[in-house]
Every structure is written in structure tokens, then in C-alpha cells.
């Protein structure tokens, strides 16, 4: 419950800072565990790569009026460790702004470099026109013998264009939407990637009755099984020849009927506020005629 | 002046400032926003029985009963809503809303606020391939921008002769595609509210696609099913052919958990 | 002498007499006095000089029906040499009552003393008490008379006596009583007295609320919860935008935890209500906080000499024992109480029982005056909740049923005041710190096993659905200390006339919340969620200043500035918070003017405006944030009439808020909604023509609309809640129906009644109205009084307090998600009967 009163003619001024965080999930992989700390079914990720490129950051009040936007993207690679700063926007009214948004689109070769991401990935990036990227590798130990493990590797990207908006959180207990500037102070705005999202068994985590987990078998079965090559590496086409078990993954509603489905729809959910909290995703782009599933859009 | 005279001036003027008062009043808005809505509710047959589903056969639909509780509206946007600008906070209207092509945005669905429902007193039947329109009891709601509908799935559906006490059945024949010559496989898939249950809680699909509209005025509420959907991700391969006169009566997760898709069901609203 | 109400800067006699009388210290009276020595023959004349009263305090109407005369009560005094009155005695008798007002009051008085050859000595003087017909303006004349040519020896010690001869000039001043209010700041500014309090019956103080023209309450907690209260078309739930003022210490919680501003009056036996002070809108600066629909002053007092010992019993097991203590001859201040009280119900789940004890004390200290209030309190209550509107239509629930027997709660409040006055009308101060302890538990259950909408992480929402199949039964605590102090000082100013004045005050309070929120299982009463767990500090500090000047005849100018400072430091351990300490900060400057046209003698035309502000809740607020204030500006015009028979007012008034709040039919709590207006009549009057009929009657008319889109509210919507049509009547006659036994047999015929009208709902519809009337009648015979009173005589079935919003009580079958009508069921015809001994 923001009120958003302040007094236009006051000279209270502060600052917004915007960082990109992947938390330990992306920084240091997701091991095995309960299904909602790590993997259900035994396997851990590690990544190698977490590229993302976030655009158009925009802070604006209640009324729609834009107090700072940010233009231009800025590139990041979430695997490098710590908290990165995307922008400051200073000199802002100190007061509440409600409608904070942001977007994960395409990289463009001007994109600034944050931290020490690798201008080779922007490059790779900008060539092959994605918006984000995810290198790793998954293991799984042998139950009957713990030196042996199955091991995958993958490099998934997607071409994805979302927009964040409405973003919202929870401070201190409170439900607060967008952010509060306050006096001389600079408030930190992070929007963080969640590592962990690509690998749900659902589309929605609402009020399913199975409570949502972390998978990774079927992933790796998509390489294993017929319509995989077998040479050890995921790739999203043998995703998307993996059909879903209706028994382990429920679409939701959403449409898709593929593992790559789930894969590519869930890559749009990466993207949260301030830490656990989130905005409403939308799609930017206009669904091209004759394409039904997400995986229609990755040949 | 004496008091009693004084008094009658008072009250002269008391008279007079009430009776500028209400014709000096404003003139707009003379009640509290909204009013209460009468929705009689449609059941529209399927238009479709014949389809390729996701995993790439080609079914025939000969007969699909399903049971429902009840049905509620809201006003929060379903997950497949496309453009909309942003919402300012818990219980608010969007405005501007435009469907462009569905399309899915998983994460959270908010219902929003309930406009509008009908609760059965009785579970109902519907038969989805039914002559016509089935007309079904009334509901009540309030005005508002109606934009997502949640359908109740029953925990205690009728004897009907031919649901015989199960939440819904298909029944039909299903070949692989591009396997004409094949034997078609004759199902007929059934399912309980425990199987229900494994998806869903309290047999509650939350999220259908009501086409967005204002509403003002009482009107009616047409529901349609895709079975399309209900049958997307069943493996036909799983199911022991049976014969056209006796097909195999069985459970099936896909079909189960496709009877919880929001996507199977639409509305719409007509005054 | 009439007790002292909040400030005691206010305790000046009105401003247009302030020309005609001097103070009582300026009175001046020549009294013939005597100093008569034993045997001492005529000798040479000494210099003598007479006594002059000092001070005069007027007598008081002893309780029984007053004369419609003036009553002259002969009195001779003996003075010591200090000019205090060391005995009083009647000359010549009038009543036995009157006789005892009367010294009572002489004994106050004060004089300068007799001198000879400029040393003062006794003296014995003869005077004159005089009562007035009007009480509240009782009036002390002084008449002298012929010098006492007594022959009996008199005092003066070792002094030879002396015939003194004294210019005995018969100079009969009129000191008017001095009132108990300040003058008011706007047209529908009204004290409603202890005549219209007691006119009809009233079973709390919370229910004297409803002779405050345009007030209309609720109960949806239980019988000792505090009541909801509606004033001019605010929905002030139960305290929030009122602010009240008891005995000089403030009423209301600081972000209680069930609704802001939570005032719970049940501490009070309504017997000890002098008179009720009300000043809608925020045209004063002396009122503060909560101030967004007005302030009420609740003065307290019990003017009946000697014990009072009351027993009712009544319907539905009803029992309520009260007494009193009020000392002979003290002013009204001065009194000790006590109450309890318990009943059945009048349905299921719907007992209560309080009891209480208040004690006050006025005194005289030099030149200062001390006054002491102490009080403590504790209630519990059983409640019956809400019912759904359709299922009582539909006989599915009995209209006194309910569907948690397990509701209702309890309340304490202890408390500890001090005021100190000093000074004169030319200048005076007064400071009164005071300590509040306050406790309250409320379980309530509103909307069964529905599950609510909640924020949080998926996790979180999955825990408070799963709460929620065990019905949303939520149990609120709330424990305050509170510290506070209000002070001011005021002096005459000079600037225009002798009249104007100028005040400058400052009120600080803090308090100390510990509160939660829990929610239980309607069958085990475990607790299924920890929502709320927080601890507050809050500081309201002010200052504010006031003038009242007087340019021209008949024109008086009155305004100030008030400053307040508001802070909140909230730390919350429970549900979501994770027990980081928060702080807000913020201030308001609030500008308040009235200009008050004297049109004739009797009838002003007053024009008024005020700007204040709301608090929030302090659990609100994010850390470092202003403490958003709601704004609020108030209009009024109007005119007044006043005599002494009659006081008639008729209002226009408009308050605008910068935004607002509103019950929200979704989430079922107030919810922020755009900014609103509200405009409205309002006309009353109270008429005492005589002693034995009290008439007042009051009606109000408010439209409050939204005046921007926003969220579902259109600009021009009405505000659903507060009715917007509200009339109060209360009559009372009090004749003396005979004589027996030597004395006179006095009555008391009284009724109220209240009628509301067009309660907005949401969705376009509107509430029931009703007209309730209250009645009573009572007999005395000297000590003894028997009493009967009814509540809701005709039996109406009426609806207290309708809502609109989503509930499902029924676990398991599917709920109706739609917001529907509940309704809380108002009581059925209670009768009570009462007797009362006066020893």
C-alpha cells in the first residue's frame, strides 16, 4: 500500500540503482535436493554461462510519468560472481514509483559489457539474435557407485522477447509495488535471474496440486532417447523431440507438448525483482502466423 | 421575538438549507459503483471432433460427457493474454486490454477480483457433442470487466447412464498419423475427481480465457470445450485397442490431467 | 463550580460579558462589616475598612428540579482576618437543599479583609446567596444591606471593638457563571449537557455518543467491543477519523491493531458523562490526531450529594450495579464510581460483563487548582459475528444465530491523570500529563473458510489457504502504553478590544503497541498462522497557537496554526516480516480560522476552515518513508441562536480528503481509495425552556462521493457505509408529580430516538434504515427511585451494521465468491428495571 504522497515543490532528491544478481543457483550451480532447493530426481547443474541482455529499464510513478529510462542494454554474464550494477539513475524525486519495468530482448553490438562478461558472448550473441543464453553442465552419481556419474553438457539459447512489468516485491513483510526513493539515499533495485526456473515439471506455479520440482532426467533422456545423438549434449532440438510424460510435467494450459516447450516457456520466467519478487511477463514480440508451440520458433 | 417564534424561524431555515442541499447537490453518480447482474449461463456443443493431437494422432471423437459443480469469473487476465497494460495494484482494472494471438506467459495466474458465478445445486452433465445449446441454471454477479472464468470439476459427479458416476468420459478411435492403414485404437477414457485431484486442487481450473469484455447489464455466459485438448497428451500407444461396440475402459494421466488445462475451455459473454 | 474540561485555558467567561463584568476579583461589593469590642464605650471613630469580596464562585443548583425563579438565600459570614470564610449560616431558611448549596457555596467565596488602621482583622458580614432560575448560568448576587447592628459579642481578639460604620452602598453585581466551553469555532460547535445525556436511557458511555447530532453507531464485536462509529458520512470505523477526548485524556489507540484510532469508551459508567463537547469538522487547533471528522470532549462529573447506589436487573439476565460517591458541597469534579455489569445476551453467544471504578477530584491548592482522575477497567464480551443476509432471509440461520460461537473478546484500560491550572483571565496556564494502560483481544470471524487473497512467495500463499480451510478465525491483540501531556497558556491580548486573546499550547503523546494477529481453527482454536507479531513506538508531539481578536463590535476573528510532528518505529516478527525494525517520520501544518458575526444578541453567523490531517497505520509504512498524511480540509458556515431556553444551529459543511479509505468488498479490510468529498446540513437544536421539559433534536445529511477515477471507484460514486441521513431526538420531562411525606415526588419521562436513512452499499444498492426508540420512566421519593428503562421499545428487527463482501461458511461445498450482504443483528426490545438509593 504505497501512497505516493510527496509535495512537487520539496527538494528531496535520491538515487535508484538497478544490479543483476544469479544468486547461488547460478553462481555456484543447483544441486540435488527436495525438488524446490534442488533437483527431485538426483542430477545438479553447474553452469558455465549465464548470459542475459536487459534493456529499457524504466522507473515512472503512479500517474505513467517516466522519471528515468534507461535505452540501452547492458550485457551481462550472471556466472561472474557478485552483485553487478546495470544503472544509477540519480537526482530522482524522493518519493514512491509504482510502475517499474524492464526487458530481456535480443543483444545488440552496442550493448554496454557489465562486470566482466566476454565480448566473444556478446558477439555470439548478436549474431545468432538471442536474448539469452545458458551453458552448463548437469551430473548425477551412480547410486550403486559413487565414483561413476552420467554426466550432460548444454548450451541453450533462447531468442526470447520479454517485457517485466508492474514489478512488484515484498519489504519487510509489506507487498510494495515498484520502488520508494527515499532522501540522500540510494535505493537498490535487483533484478535477479533465477537459475533454477528452466528446469520446472510445470508451466504455472499456482495452486497446482503437485507441489512444482526441479527436473533434470527427462532432459537428459531427450539426448539419451531415440531422438537423441547420444553424444552427451542436450541441445533444444532434442528437447523438442522429447514428448512430456503427462505423469511428471503439466503444461498448465500453456500450450506445448515437448520438453524444448517447457524449456523455451519457462526461459521467460527468469527474470524476477528484488529477489523473490516479480512483475507480469509479456511477451513483446507478435506471435508469427502458423506457430503453435514455442519450439515452432527454434528449427 | 419570543422563543417559540424564534424557534419556527430556526426551523424555517433548517427547511430551506435541506431542500438546497439536495437540489444543489451534484448531479452525477447518485448510487456506489457497480450494480448486481443476472448471468444465465449456455453450454455450446464442441465444434470439433476430429483432430491431430500434440503427440501426433489423429482421433475421432464419438462421445465426451464431462460433469461440473459450478463456474466463476473474474477480472484478473488469463495466462494466455497477450498485450495489456500494467495493472496499478491488487484489485484494480487494466485498461486497454487487447487480445492479440494467445500466447503463454507461465508464472502466476492472479484471478483478481470474483465477478460473477454459478454454483449447481446439483453437479450438471454436459454432453459436448449435444444437439444443441444446453441452457443451464442462472448465476449471479456484479458489473465489471469480466476476463478469466474457473471451472469446478465435481468430487461427487451423478449417475448418469452414461458418465456412470466419474467426473468425464471420451470415448472414440485413435490412429497414429500417418498410419491410415493401421488398426485404430477404440478408448474409452475415464476419470475421477482422485484422478482430478492429482493436478489440481479441489477439481478447481483456474485461468480459462473468457473474451474480455465490459460488462454493464445482465447478459449470458456460453461455455465451450475442446477435447483437443483433453486428449493433447495421451499415448494412444499405452491403450489396449478394444473394439468398436466394447472399446478399452481406462484411466489416463494424459487425459486426466488434460481434462485441468484451462486452455479446454472457453467463454464468452453476449447481452 | 463546573468541573474543568480538556484545557483549562478555556475556563473564561464569555467574551461579549467580558465588558460588562470585570472578573470576580474586580468585583467589587461593599459589605458593611462589624467589629464590635466588648464594653468599650463610645470612643473616637478608628479607621475601618469594609471587607471586599475577592473571589465569588456561584452556588450550584442542588440536583433535584430547579426553581423557574430566582431564589435569594440570606447567609451571615464570619471572616477571619485572612478574608476566609471561617463560618457560613443561613438567616433564613428556603430548602434544606438550597440551604446547603448555598453555604456550600459561600464558603468558597474569599474576601479581602476588614482592615482597622490598616491591619486587617475579622469581621462578621451579612449576604445574600442568589440562585438563578437557569442553572447553568447561575448567577451570585451580592446585595448588601444594612450594616449587623448586633449586640452579641463578635471575634476579633484582643482588638477593642469598634462600631464600625460602613458606606453601605447596595451595589448588586451579577457575576455570570462561568461557562464550561470555550467559545465554539464553527456553527454546529455543541455541548449537549447533562439534561439531554440523561434524557434518555443510555446503557454506556459509548452509547451517549448518539446525542451528538449526526453520529451514528454500530456494533459488529460483541457488546464490549467499541462500537463503529459514523459521523457526518465518514465511516470513522471505530475511532479513526474521531477523535475523543475523555476527562482531559485521550480515548483513542495509536494504530490498534484492529482499526486506527480504536476508542473504546465502555470504561465509563454513563452516569459520570457531565456533558459531551462536540466540534465537527477541524476548525480548532487544539484538536489533533484522528481529528478528520471531528473531535468530542467528554467532561466528567456526578453532581448527586452523597452515595448513589443503583441495582438494574433486566431481560436476558441483565444485572448492572452501580455507585457513587459524590461529597456535599464540592463542585461536580469531585466524585467516585463504580460499575459492574453483566448479561446474558440476547441470543446466543452474545454475554458480556465489565466492570469499572473512576474516581476524579477537584481541589484548590494556593492558588492553583489540581485536579486528579484515576480509573481502571476491564471488560469481556462474548459476539455473535455477521450473518449472511441470504441465509437468514432463507431461514437457513436463525436471526440471533451464528455460525462461530467462539467470537467476542476482552478490554482493559487503567489510567492516571493530573491537571494543574494557575492563574486569571488575564493570564493562565495549565499543564495535565496523563498515563494510559491499555489492553484488547478481539476474535472475530468474518468470512468462515474462504480462502483470501494473500501476497507473497508461492509457499506463502500455499500456508495461508491451507490456514484458511480451518476458517479464517483471526484473533487481534493490541497492548498500549501510553504517556502524554497536554499544556497551554493563555492570556488577553489587548490588541483590538479588552477581549482578545491569545493562546499558545502543546500536546505530546507516546505509546508503546505490542500487537498480533493470529489465525485459529474454528474447531480447536490452534493457531494455523502467525500474521501479524509487532512492536510500535509512536510519537505524536504539537504545538499550536490561537487568537481570538475582536476589530470591530460584533466581529470576532478566531484562528491558529497547529505543527504536528508524527514518528513510528514498527518492528514485525510475524507472518511475512522478518524483524527489521522500520521508522517513518513526518509533519503536518494545519491552519484553522473562524469568523463569528454577532447578528443580534442571541444569533451569530460563523464561517469556518480548517485543514488536518489523517495518521496512518503505523505497520503501513516502509522504512525511511514520510509518513503519508492524508489531508483534510473542512468548510462550515451556519448560524447559531443561543438563550438560555434555546440553542438552535443550522449548518453547510464540506471536508475534502486528499485521498481516502474505503472497506473493500475483496480483501474485506479498508483499502485506499482516490480522494473524496463530502458535503452536507446539518441543524439541531436543544431547547430547556423550563425546568422539567428538555427537548433536543438534530438532523444531518451528508453526500460523500469520490471525486476522481481510480481502482474500480468512479469520480462521483458514492462512499458505501456511512448513511447518509441521520436524526436524534431526546426529550425528557421531569415533573413533580406531588408531595408526600413532606417532600416533593419528582419523575423523569424520557425517550430517544434514532432514525437512519440511506445507507450506501456497494454495487448500487442501500441498506435498511431504522428508527429506534429508547425509553424511560423513573419516580423518586427523597432517598429512593424506581426506575424503568426499555431499549428498542417497539421491537423492531433492525439491522446494525450492514457489509458487503465474499464469505463462505459452509466447509466443503463450493463457495459463493461474489460479495454478498451480511448483516450484524441489532438487539430485540430489552427492558430493565431499576432501583436506586440516595443516602
Known amino acids: 500500500m504505497m501512497s505516493g504522497c510527496s509535495d512537487p515543490t520539496s527538494q528531496r532528491r535520491g538515487s535508484e540503482r538497478f544490479t543483476t544478481w544469479g544468486e547461488s543457483f547460478v553462481e555456484f550451480g543447483i544441486p540435488a535436493g527436495d525438488g524446490e532447493g534442488g533437483f527431485i530426481d538426483g542430477w545438479a547443474v553447474k553452469y558455465r554461462k549465464f548470459l542475459v541482455n536487459f534493456h529499457e529499464i524504466v522507473v515512472a510513478d503512479a500517474a505513467g510519468h517516466v522519471a528515468a529510462k534507461l535505452d540501452q542494454s547492458r550485457f551481462v554474464d550472471n556466472t561472474k560472481r557478485g552483485e553487478k550494477e546495470l544503472v544509477t539513475f540519480s537526482n530522482l524525486d524522493a518519493k514512491a514509483y509504482t510502475l517499474v519495468s524492464y526487458q530481456i530482448k535480443p543483444a545488440l553490438a552496442e550493448a554496454e559489457i557489465v562486470g566482466d562478461a566476454d565480448p566473444e558472448d556478446l558477439a555470439m550473441m548478436v549474431r545468432d539474435g538471442l536474448s539469452m543464453y545458458v551453458e552448463g553442465e548437469a551430473t548425477k552419481p551412480n547410486p550403486d557407485d559413487s565414483t561413476q556419474k552420467r554426466t550432460k553438457t548444454f548450451r541453450w539459447g533462447f531468442k526470447t522477447q520479454t517485457s517485466y512489468l508492474d514489478c512488484h516485491s515484498e519489504e519487510n513483510g509489506i507487498a510494495t509495488q515498484g520502488v520508494v526513493v527515499t532522501t540522500n539515499k540510494t535505493d537498490t533495485s535487483q533484478l535477479t535471474t533465477h537459475g533454477d526456473h528452466f528446469y520446472y515439471d510445470s508451466l504455472q506455479s499456482g495452486d497446482n496440486a503437485k507441489p512444482t520440482a526441479l527436473r533434470f532426467e527427462e532432459k537428459a533422456a531427450a539426448d539419451d532417447g531415440p531422438n537423441g545423438d547420444g553424444d552427451g549434449e542436450v541441445t533444444l532440438s532434442e528437447l523438442c ?12 494450459g500453456l500450450p506445448g507438448s515437448t520438453i524444448g516447450d517447457f524449456v523455451i516457456s519457462l526461459a521467460r520466467t527468469v527474470g524476477h525483482f528484488r529477489g523473490e519478487g516479480e512483475c507480469t511477463v509479456k511477451r513483446i514480440d507478435p506471435v508469427p502466423s502458423g506457430v503453435e508451440n514455442p519450439c515452432d520458433e527454434y528449427p | 421575538m419570543s422563543v417559540r417564534g424564534r424557534f419556527s424561524l430556526s426551523m424555517t431555515s433548517i427547511a430551506l438549507l435541506l431542500a438546497c442541499a439536495s437540489g444543489c447537490s451534484s448531479t452525477s453518480g447518485s448510487s456506489t459503483a457497480g450494480k448486481r447482474i443476472i448471468l444465465h449461463t449456455v453450454a455450446i456443443p464442441s465444434a470439433q471432433s476430429t483432430f491431430t493431437t500434440g503427440f501426433g494422432w489423429d482421433v475421432k471423437v464419438t462421445q465426451a460427457k464431462l460433469s461440473i459443480s459450478a463456474f466463476y469469473y473474474f477480472d484478473g487476465p488469463p495466462p494466455t493474454a497477450s498485450f495489456r497494460v500494467p495493472r496499478r495494484s491488487l484489485g484494480e482494472r487494466l485498461s486497454n486490454y487487447f487480445i492479440g494471438s494467445a500466447w503463454a506467459h507461465p508464472g502466476h495466474y492472479q484471478p483478481g477480483t470474483a465477478l460473477g458465478e454459478v454454483i449447481f445445486a446439483r453437479p450438471i452433465v454436459f454432453d459436448l457433442f449435444s444437439t444443441g445449446p444446453e441452457q443451464l441454471s442462472d448465476g449471479d454477479g456484479v458489473t465489471g470487466i469480466y476476463r478469466s472464468a474457473r471451472v469446478v470439476l465435481p468430487s461427487q459427479p451423478p449417475a448418469d447412464s452414461i458418465l456412470d458416476g466419474h467426473v468425464a468420459v471420451i470415448e472414440g478411435q485413435a490412429l497414429k498419423h500417418g498410419e491410415a492403414a493401421a488398426q485404430p485404437i477404440y478408448f474409452r477414457l475415464i476419470a475421477d475427481f482422485a484422478d482430478i485431484a492429482m493436478n489440481v486442487n479441489e477439481g478447481a481450473v483456474d485461468g480459462c480465457v473468457l473474451d474480455e469484455t465490459t460488462v454493464i447489464d445482465d447478459g449470458t455466459i456460453s461455455m465451450s470445450v475442446k477435447p483437443a485438448i483433453w486428449l493433447n497428451l495421451v499415448d494412444f500407444s499405452k491403450i489396449e485397442p478394444g473394439s468398436a461396440e466394447r472399446p478399452t475402459e481406462t484411466r489416463n494421466t494424459g487425459f486426466s490431467q488434460g481434462l485441468t488445462q484451462l486452455s479446454a475451455y472457453h467463454f464468452t459473454f453476449s447481452n | 463550580m463546573p468541573s474543568v474540561s480538556r484545557f483549562s485555558c478555556h475556563r473564561s467567561p464569555r467574551e461579549a460579558d467580558l465588558r460588562l463584568t470585570a472578573t470576580q476579583r474586580r468585583v467589587r461589593t461593599v459589605l458593611a462589616s462589624l467589629v464590635l469590642l466588648l464594653g468599650v464605650p463610645k470612643v473616637a ?4 475598612t469594609a471587607p471586599v469580596a475577592r473571589e465569588q464562585p456561584p452556588p450550584v443548583w442542588p440536583h433535584e428540579a430547579p426553581s423557574t425563579h430566582d431564589v435569594l438565600v440570606p447567609v451571615v459570614l464570619v471572616l477571619d482576618a485572612g478574608g476566609h470564610v471561617q463560618s457560613a449560616e443561613i438567616e433564613a431558611s428556603v430548602d434544606p437543599k438550597v440551604d446547603a448549596a448555598a453555604i456550600a457555596a459561600a464558603r468558597q467565596w474569599r474576601f479581602n479583609p476588614a482592615l482597622k488602621d490598616g491591619s486587617p482583622v475579622a469581621a462578621k458580614v ?19 444591606e444594612q450594616p449587623v447592628q448586633s449586640n452579641s459579642p463578635v471575634t476579633a481578639p484582643g482588638t477593642p471593638g469598634v462600631a464600625a460604620v460602613a458606606a453601605s452602598e447596595a451595589t448588586t453585581i451579577t457575576v455570570l457563571g462561568v461557562r464550561n466551553a470555550p467559545p465554539p469555532r464553527s456553527a454546529s460547535e455543541i455541548v449537549q449537557d447533562k439534561r439531554v445525556l440523561t434524557a434518555a436511557p443510555h446503557r454506556t458511555a459509548s452509547d451517549l455518543l448518539l446525542t451528538v447530532p449526526g453520529i451514528a453507531l454500530t456494533q459488529h464485536s460483541g457488546e464490549g467491543a467499541a462500537h463503529q462509529i459514523f459521523f457526518r458520512g465518514f465511516d470513522a470505523v471505530h475511532g479513526q477519523d474521531l477523535e475523543i477526548w475523555a476527562g482531559g485524556v485521550p480515548v483513542n489507540d495509536v494504530s490498534n491493531i484492529h482499526s486506527q484510532g480504536y476508542a473504546d469508551l465502555n470504561f465509563l459508567p454513563a452516569e459520570v458523562v457531565k456533558q459531551i463537547r462536540s466540534a465537527p469538522g477541524t476548525y480548532d487547533p487544539r484538536q489533533g490526531d484522528f481529528s478528520v471528522a471531528g473531535t468530542l470532549w467528554l467532561d466528567l462529573g456526578y453532581g448527586e450529594p452523597g452515595v448513589t447506589a443503583r441495582a438494574s436487573l433486566g431481560q436476558f439476565g441483565s444485572r448492572r450495579y452501580f455507585m457513587a460517591y459524590h461529597p456535599k458541597g464540592w463542585s461536580d469534579a469531585t466524585f467516585a464510581a463504580f460499575e459492574l455489569y453483566s448479561t446474558d445476551g440476547f441470543g446466543p453467544a452474545r ?3 465489565r466492570t ?9 491548592l494556593g492558588t492553583a487548582k489540581v485536579r486528579i482522575l484515576a480509573s481502571t477497567y476491564a471488560g469481556s464480551f462474548n459476539s455473535a459475528g455477521v450473518l449472511r443476509l441470504s441465509d437468514i432471509e432463507s431461514g437457513v440461520i436463525d436471526r440471533y444465530g451464528s455460525y462461530d460461537q467462539n467470537q467476542g473478546g476482552d478490554s482493559a484500560r487503567s489510567q492516571l491523570a493530573f491537571e494543574l491550572t494557575q492563574g486569571d483571565d488575564q493570564g493562565r496556564w495549565s499543564l495535565s500529563p496523563y498515563v494510559v494502560l491499555r489492553s484488547m483481544r478481539l476474535r472475530q470471524n468474518f468470512t468462515g473458510y474462504l480462502a483470501m487473497p494473500t501476497s507473497g512467495s508461492a509457499s506463502e500463499v500455499a500456508a495461508a489457504d491451507k490456514a484458511s480451510e480451518q476458517g479464517n478465525s483471526e484473533q487481534q491483540t493490541n497492548d498500549a502504553s501510553t504517556l502524554g501531556m497536554t499544556g497551554c497558556y493563555r492570556r488577553t491580548l489587548g490588541l483590538f478590544s479588552a477581549a482578545d486573546s491569545f493562546e499558545a499550547g502543546i500536546f505530546a503523546r507516546y505509546d508503546r503497541i505490542e500487537q498480533a494477529q493470529k489465525k485459529l481453527s474454528v474447531a480447536t482454536s490452534e493457531v494455523t498462522l502467525d500474521e ?3 512492536k510500535i513506538n509512536a510519537t505524536n508531539v504539537a504545538g499550536y497557537v490561537d487568537f481570538a481578536l475582536h476589530p470591530i463590535r460584533r466581529l470576532t476573528l478566531r484562528g491558529g496554526l497547529r505543527l504536528d510532528g508524527l514518528a513510528y518505529s514498527t518492528e514485525d516478527d510475524g507472518g511475512q516480516g522478518q524483524g527489521q525494525r522500520r521508522s517513518a517520520q513526518g509533519a503536518h501544518l494545519g491552519t484553522k480560522a473562524t469568523v463569528d458575526v454577532a447578528l443580534t444578541r442571541s444569533v451569530h453567523a460563523l464561517a469556518s476552515y480548517g485543514d488536518g490531517f489523517r495518521s496512518p497505520q503505523a505497520r503501513s509504512l516502509q522504512a525511511g518513508e514520510t ?9 462550515e458556515a451556519g448560524i447559531r441562536h443561543q438563550t438560555r431556553a434555546l440553542r438552535a444551529t443550522a449548518s453547510v459543511f464540506r471536508t475534502t480528503l486528499s485521498d481516502d479509505l474505503a472497506f473493500n468488498q475483496v480483501t474485506a479490510r479498508n483499502e485506499r481509495t482516490p480522494p473524496t468529498r463530502r458535503t452536507g446540513v446539518s441543524a439541531e437544536m436543544s431547547a430547556q425552556p423550563n425546568s422539567w421539559f428538555t427537548a433536543a433534536a438534530s438532523i444531518t445529511y451528508t453526500r460523500a462521493e469520490f471525486t476522481n477515477t481510480d481502482g474500480g471507484y468512479n469520480s462521483g460514486d458514492l462512499l458505501p457505509y456511512a448513511p447518509q441521513v441521520v436524526i436524534r431526538t431526546d426529550v425528557a420531562f421531569t415533573p413533580i408529580l406531588g408531595r408526600a411525606l413532606n417532600r416533593p415526588i419528582t419523575s423523569h419521562f424520557g425517550f430517544g430516538q434514532t432514525a437512519i436513512a440511506r445507507r450506501p452499499l456497494p454495487y448500487g444498492e442501500m441498506g435498511h434504515d431504522y ?11 427523597r432517598e429512593v427511585e424506581l426506575g424503568l428503562s426499555a431499549f428498542n421499545l417497539l421491537d423492531l428487527n433492525w439491522y446494525d451494521g450492514e457489509y458487503t463482501y465474499a464469505s463462505n461458511f459452509e466447509q466443503g461445498k463450493a463457495p459463493s465468491l461474489v460479495p454478498q450482504r451480511h448483516v450484524t443483528v441489532g438487539a430485540p426490545r430489552t427492558v430493565l428495571a431499576t432501583f436506586t438509593l440516595y443516602l
Open chain 3, 532 to 534: 501479524v507479531d509487532a
Open chain 3, 356 to 364: 469499572s471504578a473512576i474516581g476524579q477530584t477537584e481541589l484548590q
Open chain 3, 627 to 635: 509518513a503519508p498524511f492524508t489531508s483534510v480540509q473542512s468548510y
Open chain 1, 241 to 252: 523431440q522429447e514428448n512430456i510424460d503427462p505423469d511428471v510435467y503439466n503444461p498448465s
Open chain 3, 45 to 48: 471613630r478608628a479607621e475601618v
Open chain 3, 351 to 353: 454475554a458480556a460483563q
Open chain 3, 126 to 144: 451579612r449576604a445574600v446567596v442568589r440562585f438563578a432560575a437557569r442553572p447553568p448560568a447561575a448567577t451570585a448576587a451580592v446585595k448588601v
Open chain 3, 771 to 781: 428508527s429506534l426508540i429508547d425509553a424511560n420512566a423513573s419516580v423518586r421519593l
